[in-house]
């Protein structure tokens, strides 16, 4: 086994460091977040569809013109999905609302329903998973010519029939907060169970 290299003893100095510094954001300005390595991102927002409701004669139809689509696009992007809680408290007022004309039953259902959606909300569970496309490139390349990828980008998604849009300024704020932030995030269930492995003679 290779030996690691010894660490530096010069101690990170974390606490003087600003927030800015730590996650690498110089600005956010428009539609284009600057970095402090000089690099210049420009995000795409892609709105899901339910392919569930297709055909599958849809399906191909949908993945042969998304192909033909981005077949033509040479340069690299980057996929990010990330989970967004979801803000039910419009459903829960509405069902609220629902109470004083009711009867006696189907107050008794509202008020059950209310309680669960509302344990819902408190939990954090109700996400939505929302996706996007990064693209970047050296800031000394100009703005125009990666907004310029960035919309031949979204043509191409919605010619395939997938609805996409550039990302203004507070759009990415709120995608910022959405990664690093975790006052905004929500760990998802999963079946994966912790194990140790072992190794066993033959």
């Known amino acids: 086994m290779k030996t690691s290299k010894p660490r530096s003893k010069e101690p990170a100095n974390l606490n003087r460091q600003s927030a800015q510094q730590f996650v690498n954001v110089q600005d956010i300005r428009g539609n284009f977040l600057f970095t402090q390595d000089g690099w210049l991102l420009c995000y795409l927002r892609l709105f899901p569809i339910s392919l569930e409701l297709l055909s ?4 191909r139809l949908m993945i042969g013109k998304l192909t ?3 077949s033509s696009v040479r340069f690299p992007f980057k996929f990010l ?3 967004r809680p979801v803000d039910i408290s419009p459903l829960i007022s509405e069902l609220a ?5 009711a009867d006696p039953k189907q107050k008794e259902l509202l008020r059950q329903e209310i309680s669960e ?10 996400v939505e998973r929302q996706f ?3 693209l970047w490139q050296r800031q000394e390349s100009g703005e125009r010519d990666l907004l310029e990828k960035a ?3 979204v043509q191409h998604f919605e010619e395939g029939s997938v609805q996409a849009h550039v990302l203004k300024q507070h759009e990415i704020v709120q995608l910022c907060n959405l990664v690093n932030n975790p006052a905004f995030t929500h760990l998802e269930d999963t079946d ?8 066993t003679e033959v």
């Open 117 to 126: 959606m509302n344990t819902l909300s408190l939990s954090g569970e109700v």
């Open 151 to 153: 919309k031949r980008l």
């Open 192 to 199: 994966t169970k912790a194990a140790i492995p072992f190794v």
């Open 97 to 101: 609302s629902s109470l004083a004309a």
């Open 132 to 134: 996007y496309l990064i």
């Open 56 to 59: 599958a004669a849809e399906k």
């Open 68 to 70: 033909a689509e981005l």
């Open 81 to 83: 999905a990330v989970s």
